[in-house]
């Protein structure tokens, strides 16, 4: 049975565990990539033109991008509910700090879990589904003991961030987002904030690489 739960990530743990063409934008100076860059396992990374306050200086994964729209989860921002007390069976896969991440602003009441598995043949038979390389979607509603075999680490989000079709298409043309390639270790990062940031854009070559020593909030300059 699912716990019941305030929708606040902040000051309680969400209710429901969950189970996103190509059009190119035109590239502004400071962002690199586009729409067609956009696919499962990449990292948006918004820009200095990212001016919307819930993504300013933020790192995003992306977990689905198709016709119907994008969807991923923020990275590196902890909460302070802690897994154990709303998911017990799934806290001792959880990577520190166990709390609940807040994945965006949509559907905070929902948890989604991503999980790390080596495991080449690890499928859904264990409640898995590969987003990209060895990052997967768990479903929260599967034998815990099951996954415990397959996975090397999880992370639990509260919400997650969503794009009607066109909507990333056109804020990528402004340049609020560049879009780069996102790794297993980026998902279970204990970096949070501006530090994930720096860090992912510290591995980028040319213009990106060179803002990674920048205020990931242009906001805070």
């Known amino acids: 049975m699912t716990p019941s739960v305030p929708p606040d990530p902040e000051s309680g743990p969400p209710l429901r565990p969950a189970t996103g063409r190509r059009r190119a934008g035109a590239v502004p100076p400071l962002s690199v990539g ?20 819930t993504f300013a200086g933020t790192v995003v994964y992306v ?34 700090p166990a709390v609940f991440h807040v994945g965006g602003p949509c559907e905070t009441d929902t948890a989604l879990c991503l999980g790390i598995s080596p495991d080449p043949v690890a499928a859904d038979d264990d409640g898995l589904r590969r987003v990209a390389g060895d990052v997967f979607l768990v479903d929260l509603d599967s034998d815990s003991t099951a996954a415990d075999s397959a996975l090397t680490g999880l ?16 804020e ?36 990106l690489g060179v803002l990674s020593t920048a205020p990931a909030d242009p906001s805070a300059n």
């Open 34 to 53: 586009c729409l067609d860059d956009v696919c499962p396992g990449c990292l948006l990374v918004a820009m200095p033109a990212q001016t919307d306050p």
């Open 172 to 207: 990528i043309a402004e340049g609020a987002w560049a879009c780069v390639p996102g790794t297993a270790e980026d998902v279970l990062s204990a970096a949070a904030g501006p530090a994930l940031w720096r860090r992912v854009m510290g591995r980028q070559n040319g213009r």
């Open 155 to 170: 992370r639990v989000f509260a919400g997650y961030a969503g794009w009607s079709p066109g909507q990333l298409a056109g």
């Open 63 to 96: 977990l689905d991008h198709s016709d119907s729209g994008t969807l991923g989860v923020v990275l590196g921002r902890p909460s302070q509910v802690e897994i154990r007390d709303v998911l017990p069976g799934w806290s001792d896969l959880a990577v520190e």
